[in-house]
């Protein structure tokens, strides 16, 4: 398991365009969340949230990765068995960085999955139903790859497991509202970076070893010489 876990939330991509349902001018503005994205809503809204991710899937073929996707990547190659990037971004600026083995906590938005056998595939930014109309495999609808509100996070076992080694953690863009990262850091991890736009009433910014209130591509230069000086000692 790695040393440093880099996690991020929303606030890493929102330099990169793309925003999340507490933006507002957004593709969320046009829905509600219990309508498109919460258990049971493929049920009975299928036709609805099928189109919102396929316009999800449109609306990040052009966003690019910023400054701090591409530096967490770089500092991910020159350590790659001491650093795990961790996040709730279901958006892939990160693999398109360069990042591999990125741990997805709440889905990919380019993967599409099977309820009843389990297949998935990546379809890239293109309509679900112009790649499939049912699952290749047993006929049963697809859904988009996303944990959605009131829905079982499978990863997070996977989360779990990478803090029980981990030393130094970065906290990037997030309120704290899903995920408390409070927790992870009371842990008795060594060192804490938090980095956030803003303070947020979630976060408890006393117990992290240093808070930088800026965008991650502020910030971003930073937190590497950080990291690295901790790898180093």
């Known amino acids: ?16 365009g793309i925003s999340t349902f507490r933006d507002s001018g957004g593709l969320w503005d046009n829905y509600k969340i219990e309508e498109i994205c919460s258990a049971g809503c493929l049920e009975w809204n299928y036709d609805e949230t099928i189109n919102f991710y396929d316009k999800r899937r449109l609306d990040i073929k052009n966003k690019e990765p910023n400054k701090a996707h591409k530096a967490i990547k770089k ?16 958006d892939d600026m990160f693999e398109r960085a360069g990042c591999r083995d990125v741990l997805h906590l709440h889905g990919f938005l380019r993967e599409v ?30 859904r988009p790859n996303i944990v959605f509100f009131g829905e079982a996070a499978p990863k997070y076992a996977d989360m779990y497991k990478e803090l029980e080694d981990c030393e130094m953690l970065v906290v990037i863009g997030t309120s704290g509202n899903v995920i408390n990262t409070d927790m992870f850091v009371r842990s008795g991890i060594q060192y804490a970076i938090l980095n956030n736009l803003e303070p947020s009433p979630a976060i408890d910014e006393s117990i992290y070893t240093k808070v930088l209130y800026k965008k991650a591509t ?6 590497v010489k950080d990291v690295e000086e901790f790898l180093v000692h």
């Open 218 to 223: 502020k910030a971003v230069d930073e937190i």
């Open 113 to 142: 999955r099977c309820e009843s056998c389990g297949f998935v595939d990546d379809i890239g930014y293109k309509k679900l139903h112009d790649v499939y109309h049912a699952c290749p495999r047993c006929s049963y609808n697809l």
């Open 1 to 16: 398991m790695a040393k440093v876990i880099i996690f991020s939330g929303a606030g890493i991509s929102a330099e990169s």
């Open 75 to 90: 500092l991910s190659e020159q350590y790659p068995n001491e650093l795990k990037i961790i996040t709730q971004n279901v």
